[in-house]
Nanobody, 126 residues
Framework: QVQLVESGGGLVQTGGSLRLSCTAS??????????MGWFRQAPGKEREFVAA????????NYADSVKGRFTISRDNARNTVYLQMNSLKAEDTAVYYC?????????????????WGQGTQVTVSS
C-alpha cells in the first residue's frame, strides 16, 4: 500500500512559477522501483499526462505542452517527487495529481499507474 500526498499548489500569475511536491508513505520508492508521474485535470476535460520519472531519476518523459517549462525530479531518500513549473500559462490551470507506476517505465498512460494522490489545485491567472 502506498499513500501519496501532493502539496505546493496555489494561485500564480501568468509567467510565474510553482513547485509541486508529492511525498509517498507506506513503501519506499526505491524498494519497489516505482516510476512516478504527474497528471492534471482541468474542469470539463479528461485527465492528461504531464511528466514522469523513472526510479533512478535517469529517465524523464514530458507532455509536449510542458516541455521546456516543467521539470520533474525525485529524491528517493525523502520519498518525494517534485514538479517545477515555470513560465506558467492560463491553460496550465488544473488539479495536479501524482501517481506511482509499479512497472517503473514512467508511462504516459494513466491506467499504468496504481496509486494516486488526492490532487492539488494550480490556478494561473491571466
Amino acid at each position: 500500500q502506498v499513500q501519496l500526498v501532493e502539496s505546493g499548489g496555489g494561485l500564480v500569475q501568468t509567467g510565474g512559477s510553482l513547485r509541486l511536491s508529492c511525498t509517498a508513505s507506506g513503501r519506499a520508492f526505491i524498494t519497489y522501483s516505482m516510476a512516478m508521474g504527474w497528471f492534471r485535470q482541468a474542469p470539463g476535460k479528461e485527465r492528461e499526462f504531464v511528466a514522469a520519472v523513472t526510479w533512478t531519476g535517469g529517465n524523464t518523459n514530458y507532455a509536449d505542452s510542458v516541455k521546456g517549462r516543467f521539470t520533474i525530479s525525485r529524491d528517493n531518500a525523502r520519498n518525494t517527487v517534485y514538479l517545477q513549473m515555470n513560465s506558467l500559462k492560463a491553460e496550465d490551470t488544473a488539479v495536479y495529481y501524482c501517481a506511482s507506476d509499479p512497472k517503473g517505465w514512467g508511462s504516459n498512460i494513466a491506467s499504468q499507474y496504481d496509486y494516486w494522490g488526492q490532487g492539488t489545485q494550480v490556478t494561473v491567472s491571466s
